[in-house]
């Protein structure tokens, strides 16, 4: 039984993958430099999470993201 719906992807593209591991990173590192009471290395990793989102965009733009140029989907 196929369950055709016109699956756009869920995000496993290169572009996806890099943003949201840069992302991840700055969440744990702001979570830890929070705990440790270390408030400028908080905010710089809020700065990397906003790294992190416009990494993913650009590389969207650049054809890595789901549907692109450069991306090619694996068979499940």
Known sequence: MS???GDPGHGHSPAAWTAVVIMLVAVALGTLFYFLDMPVLVWASAGLLVVG???G???KRAGYGVGGSKYVAKEH
Do not use: F, T, Y
Request: charged letters at 0%.
């Open 3 to 5: 369950n055709n719906i």
């Open 53 to 55: 989102l416009i990494v």
């Open 57 to 59: 965009w650009v590389m």
